[in-house]
């Protein structure tokens, strides 16, 4: 009597907020435990996003239910940036504002898919692309990018995943978990490969544009033939630090926008309506902030990459944007310290927090079990400490 529904039972739980809930566990103990697995800034929100969610209340004018695909001026604002910053052509009926990337990710998942439709995920990817999928009843189907290529699937390596039950690809640049950023080039031989399937979509996941160390952020949706074969997604919780506000969106042909809000207004109608206030005053507002954010994590990458190079037999590539390494560790499986053996990257993650007292995320969860992600969206402090520690239990086992 006691069971979940077989599409729960078939899903795991998230694998970066399972290690975050136990170095909670850890800390509530009196463990000085320095968790880096969550990809949340470490940045408070700007003053005047702030402001503007104050204004919005005491004005008193919105404590009433929003339109399900958010206010109209925000709609407007967020086509405008696209129109302005990434020469795509939205208007205001092509964005639907969710609560958060997620939602928005889901709701087009939910819109386009069969069941059996399949949907190639370039891999690594962000841990809860597969999974929505699966709820979807979809099946995702991972094409791996290696470490010699800076983890970016190549568009011949696409082209030999499609098959005519695939329905859409899903990918991030810049990337979560490897930080890896398409260039233009890149995205314009995937496109030529989309281009040949007029059944094919593509789900582009931006929410790290803004942290992006090489200026090339090319949106795929702004290519020849690509405007209506793309949904792009987006938010203001990486760029803007505002994680808990829960502001996403996608920008979408017409139709798929229109299918996307049809399902977000059964199940959580609008985004909230302060939260959209700020979002608004945010991408109209002053990019100072932002920028001062991004040259942060630019110092704390080259911290991070010169001290993960003296780690012994872990192997980095140089990330371009976000704020995350994705090392490969796999020099220490079946090492022991005398009692324990590292079997995978789920032993190395539980035998560092317990050890070293360092969070950090399995690998396997992001589709490389040979790796584990990093995030450096911490303090200098925490980021020199951590990778000490790290080093220091790691040449224990032999």
Same mark, same amino acid.
């Given at each position: 009597m006691n069971h979940l529904s077989h599409r729960l039972e078939s899903i795991e739980e998230s694998a970066t907020l399972a290690m975050a809930a136990k170095a909670r566990e850890y800390k509530s103990k009196g463990i000085d435990v320095i968790n880096l697995s969550l990809g949340e800034p470490d940045f408070r929100t700007p003053?005047?996003?702030?402001?503007?969610?104050?204004?919005?209340?005491?004005?008193?004018?919105?404590?009433?239910?929003?339109?399900?695909?958010?206010?109209q001026d925000l709609r407007e604002a967020i086509a405008a940036k696209y129109h302005k910053d990434n020469h795509v052509p939205y208007k205001a009926e092509n964005i639907v504002v969710s609560n958060g990337a997620k939602q928005s990710i889901a709701n087009v998942i939910f819109a386009l898919l069969n069941p059996g439709d399949e949907v190639i995920v370039f891999s690594p990817?962000? $841990?809860?692309?597969?999974? *929505? $999928?699966?709820?979807? @009843?979809?099946?995702?189907?991972?094409?791996?990018?290696? *470490? @010699?290529?800076?983890?970016? $699937?190549?568009?011949?390596?696409? @082209?030999r995943a499609i098959t005519h039950k695939t329905r859409a690809i899903l990918f991030s640049s810049p990337c979560n978990p490897t930080g890896s950023v398409f260039t233009r080039k890149e995205l314009e031989t995937i496109a030529a490969v989309v281009l040949k399937h007029p059944h094919l979509l593509v789900i582009a996941d931006e929410i790290y544009e803004h942290i992006n160390? *090489?200026?090339?952020?090319?949106?795929?949706?702004?290519l020849p033939g690509m405007f209506d074969r793309t949904v792009t997604v987006n938010g203001f919780a990486k760029g803007y630090a505002m994680t808990g506000w829960r502001v996403?969106?996608?920008?979408?042909?017409k139709w798929i926008a229109d299918g996307a809000s049809k399902m977000q207004g059964q199940l959580t109608s609008a985004n909230c309506s302060i939260a959209q206030r700020a979002a608004l005053a945010a991408i109209t507002g002053e990019v100072g902030p932002t920028k001062a954010m991004v040259e942060e994590y630019r110092r704390r990458r080259e911290i991070v990459y010169q001290l993960l190079k003296d780690i012994p037999g872990v192997k980095a590539n140089y990330p371009q944007g976000a704020f995350y390494f994705f090392p490969d560790v796999s020099h220490y499986f079946g090492k022991s310290d005398g009692s324990r053996t590292i079997q995978n990257g789920d032993d190395l993650c539980l035998y560092l927090l317990d050890k070293a007292h360092v969070s950090l995320v399995p690998g396997g969860a992001f589709g490389d079990p040979n790796c584990l992600r990093l995030s450096y969206a911490a303090s200098e402090k925490d980021l020199r400490e951590a990778l000490k520690r790290v080093r220091e239990i790691l040449s224990g086992l032999k």
């Open positions: 003053a005047y996003i702030c402001d503007a969610a104050k204004k919005a209340i005491d004005d008193g004018k919105y404590f009433a239910y929003p339109p399900v695909s958010g206010y990817y962000w $841990v809860s692309y597969d999974a *929505i $999928v699966c709820l979807a @009843e979809g099946v995702p189907v991972f094409v791996n990018g290696s *470490i @010699e290529n800076d983890f970016k $699937v190549t568009a011949e390596e696409l @082209e160390f *090489i200026g090339d952020q090319t949106s795929i949706a702004s996403g969106y996608i920008a979408a042909p």
